[in-house]
């Protein structure tokens, strides 16, 4: 079955405290991306990577890092989290090739306190 | 960055009625995509759009790409219980690119 694999679901934790959401998915796909969900904003892209050690921002990507060493995992870190980045957190993966569907994991809910 | 202008917001129908939200941008487009997210999961795609005139139907939704490229509605019919949801617009730059803008989402909430 494909999959999007994002852990942790729920975390709330305090600020500074750095933490890794990890992003798995096992549809040999290029393209990765990591989109943050806030109400009335939709979802905005963080950072993505079109294949292994390639990554470049996304509209929003101050206060996070990602890394691609491996083409199934995306781990999207936060160094230093503060307040500003509670948020809904989505993990997306696709093919390279144009209109191929993109598909969500479930999401992260982070909380930061 | 850019951001797509979704509307409405929040829609609140019976049972059984149609329903048509929209999305436009001060920016062309050459993908439109039409998700839909359920509580608790990601965005599923509903409907592609590649042309500038396209309209395309997946069971009772349809949905069009503006002629402009700066604009798109999806429409659903007869609306049942399951169709509640948030509706999410995404548009693409260049077919097949990485980049996706998002539209902030039209909640739909279904009195039976």
């Known amino acids: 079955e494909a999959q999007v694999t994002q852990n942790p679901r729920y975390l709330i934790t305090v600020t500074g405290k750095k933490l890794t959401v990890t992003c798995s998915q096992n549809?040999?796909?290029?393209?990765m991306s990591w989109y943050r969900q806030d109400p009335g904003l939709g979802l905005r892209q963080i950072y993505y990577?079109?294949?292994?050690?390639?990554?470049d921002k996304g509209d929003v990507p101050e206060g996070y890092k990602v890394s691609r060493k491996e083409k199934r995992n995306f781990p999207l870190i936060l160094e230093s989290p503060s307040p500003n980045q509670t948020s809904l957190y989505f993990c997306?993966?696709?093919?390279?090739?144009?209109?191929?569907?993109?598909?969500f994991g479930e999401g992260s809910w982070l909380t930061v306190v | 960055g850019q951001q797509l202008n979704q509307s409405p917001q929040s829609m609140f129908i019976q049972e059984g009625e149609d329903v048509s939200m929209n999305c436009t941008s001060s920016?062309?487009?050459?993908?439109w995509l039409w998700y839909k997210q359920e509580p608790g999961e990601g965005p599923v795609l509903l409907i592609a759009?590649?042309?500038?005139?396209e309209l395309t139907s997946n069971g009772r939704l349809t949905a069009q790409f503006g002629i402009t490229r700066k604009d798109s509605f999806l429409n659903i019919s007869a609306s049942i219980p399951s169709d509640v949801g948030i509706y999410f617009c995404?548009?693409?730059?260049?077919?097949?690119?990485?980049?996706?803008?998002f539209g902030q989402g039209t909640r739909l909430t279904i009195n039976p």
């Open positions: 990577s079109m294949n292994v050690e390639v990554t």
């Open positions: 920016s062309i487009f050459n993908t």
């Open positions: 995404a548009g693409q730059l260049i077919q097949g690119a990485q980049k996706l803008v």
């Open positions: 549809m040999n796909h290029e393209y």
């Open positions: 997306a993966s696709r093919t390279s090739f144009a209109g191929n569907t993109i598909y």
């Open positions: 759009l590649y042309k500038a005139g």
